[in-house]
């Protein structure tokens, strides 16, 4: 039965995934290097002509370095996988592994509404699945460690991460001239969690 299942095997196909996903962010600025070196382009002018492609590369490498950490969080309150949760988790690194498509849009092309609402609707739908991962382990008989349960605080915090990025996408996609700078949003979750937290309601 599925309750027997250790999760650790399902974690670790997670690891690989994500690992693959990181290089794949670094790939298009190796091919530039090499593309520079062909047009007479030197050291300096690969860094100062590519500053598009570096800064998204970095900002993808937080974001998918932030959510693989918060996926290890989650995963450390299962104690078993059943199907639902496989399914949902292929869908999680679906996410992750589509963010070095928009990455390298946003790198080579300007930036507008259509590149911004591109990349943070991405990011959109990997919070939604992680929140959805949080939201199914909490309470879940089969999937939670009774020892060591999902807490309202954490799910609390997907939640309120998930709004915000919800924020930021309607920002970006729909408000000419916020593009990017909607993402700063996100800064302000340990803000709203707070305020969350003094307000006299239970998540059950």
Known sequence: MSKTRDPDRLVLFTDAVVAIAITLLILPLVDVVTEAKNHGVDAFGVITENKAQIYSFLLSFVVISSFWLGHHRVFEHVKAYTPAIMRLNLLWLLTIVVLPFPTQIVGVYDSDQFTAG?????????????????????????LEDPDNPVSSRELAGSFVMTGLTLVAFLLAAFVPGVHFYALLLLLLSPIALRVWARRPVKIS
Request: glycine content about 8%.
């Open 118 to 142: 591109l990349y943070t609707g991405t990011i959109l739908l990997l919070s939604i699945c992680q929140s959805a991962l949080t939201w199914m382990v909490r309470g879940h008989q089969e």
